[in-house]
């Protein structure tokens, strides 16, 4: 099979291909990008743990960057690891398991007064009205932003991720006047906070004071963190949580366990994360030789984490294309693995697990019309972005 991640068919929903490469022991030769795609777990378990450091990250690791050459943004997560260290340092504490954990009763209280509404309607967009809403808020909140700016900043990166039907990378005039409008204001609002850093809120507060080698961090450098966090902050948890709710739907069985015990909300999502990945691949680039599955990447090459393929791995979990909330997973690559494993790791299983429980919380046996469901379109997130649901009696 001929296998290219920017095609129709794999940016429309890549996972009957990955089926297909999983067939092939080891990973797949993509000749056209010089790339290899690690489609098995096994291999991108092994090539994470053993090869980190025979691998660089500085080409960047969505695939337009690796693949298409596309501008990489200075910003940690394009770093390799001594670098990386020093600037993952400075926005690692807001994300530890306890200083997410204080902000629970926010977040719960947001979940509800988002809802409160729908309630009354009965019938709306489980993913559009409420936990994109939810999760644009959140991010938007702990980077000190008001509402309404946190929801159209949010929109304008969705506008930079738009695809047209076969778009090869982000050339699009839809893409470009959305970059330029989302970069000249976000440049435009930390200038104002240089000016009056009193007005700074959140975790930005302490990016204006951050140093890195004795030195403060610049305006782009902010500027590149707002766009990570306000984009991974709010564009990969809403994506599982209506995935969670949609293959609930299908299996009403789960549907009525979960409905019944609410302790099994996490597992839920878990599942939900593990069966529909939302960050389908990341991207790197080989430095050494690296030996894999029978094949050898050679320095200079690139890689493909498909975490989307890897999460379905037949050889590594029991019936791994069928959800169920039940299973026992000894190992998972939902969060990635090594030094660039997600920082918004406690952060996405609370409120996510937040955001589904209050759903279910007042949704009774909750109807989903699946016919008008539909999934983001594009080679980098993968996962329901329009789920229509009824509330139930
Ligand atoms: C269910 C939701 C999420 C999933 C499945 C997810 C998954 C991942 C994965 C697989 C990586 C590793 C990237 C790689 O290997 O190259 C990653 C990195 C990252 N994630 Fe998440 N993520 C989620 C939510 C979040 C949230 C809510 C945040 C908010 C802070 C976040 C922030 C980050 C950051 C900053 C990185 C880059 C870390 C680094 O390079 O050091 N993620 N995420």
């Known amino acids: 099979m001929d296998y290219d991640p920017f095609s129709d068919a794999a940016m429309r929903d890549p996972h009957a ?10 990973p797949y030769f993509i000749e056209k990008y010089n790339a290899w795609a690690l489609v098995h777990f096994d291999d991108i378990w092994k090539v994470s743990v053993e090869h980190e450091a025979d691998m660089t990250f500085t080409a960047g690791q969505p695939l337009t ?32 398991k306890s200083n997410v954990e204080s ?24 993913y559009t009205d409420y936990v994109n809403r939810l999760f644009a808020i959140n991010a938007g909140h702990n980077l000190g932003l008001g509402r309404d700016e946190s929801i159209e900043w949010r929109r304008l990166i969705d506008e930079t991720m738009h695809r047209e039907t076969g778009q090869v990378g982000t050339s699009s005039p839809r893409n470009h006047a959305a970059a330029m409008a989302l970069f000249g204001q976000l440049h435009a609002y930390v200038e104002g ?58 299996h009403p ?3 009525q366990a979960v409905l019944g015990d609410r302790s099994l909300t996490p597992r839920a999502f878990f599942e939900a994360a593990r069966y529909d990945q939302p960050t389908n691949i990341l991207c790197r680039r080989a430095i050494r030789d690296i030996p894999v599955g029978g094949e050898t990447i050679r ?50 299983t609370m409120a996510g697990t937040i955001a589904l429980d209050e759903f279910f919380r007042i949704s009774g046996r909750y109807r989903v019309d699946s016919a008008n469901c539909t999934r983001a379109y594009g080679e980098f997130l993968s996962g329901f972005d329009h789920v229509p649901v009824e509330l139930g009696a």
Not at 103 to 126: H, K, N, Q, T, Y
């Open 253 to 255: 069985d789960q549907q």
């Open 65 to 96: 960057n690796v693949l298409l050459n596309e501008p990489v943004p200075h910003a940690f997560p394009s770093m390799d690891l001594s670098e990386h260290r020093k600037w993952r340092r400075i926005v690692h504490a807001d994300y530890t």
């Open 299 to 348: 320095a200079g090459q690139n890689i493909l984490m498909v975490y989307a393929s890897g999460n379905r791995d037949e050889a590594e979990f029991e019936r791994a294309g069928e959800f169920d909330i039940f299973r026992s997973c000894p190992r998972d690559l939902t969060y990635g693995i090594g030094g660039h494993k997600c920082l918004g790791m406690h952060l996405a």
């Open 193 to 250: 906070l240089r000016r009056n850093p009193e007005r700074a809120g959140g975790h930005i507060r302490k990016y204006l004071e951050a140093e890195v080698d004795g030195r403060r961090l610049e305006n782009q450098d902010i500027v590149s963190l707002l766009v990570i966090f306000l984009t991974v902050g709010s564009g990969t948890t809403p994506n599982v949580c209506a995935g969670a709710v949609y293959y609930l739907a299908q």
């Open 103 to 126: 902000d629970r009763p926010r977040i719960e209280a947001l979940a509800r007064e988002l809802l409160a509404p729908l309630v009354e309607r009965g019938r709306f967009d489980f």
């Open 17 to 26: 291909q990955y089926l297909e490469l999983r067939k092939k022991s080891g």
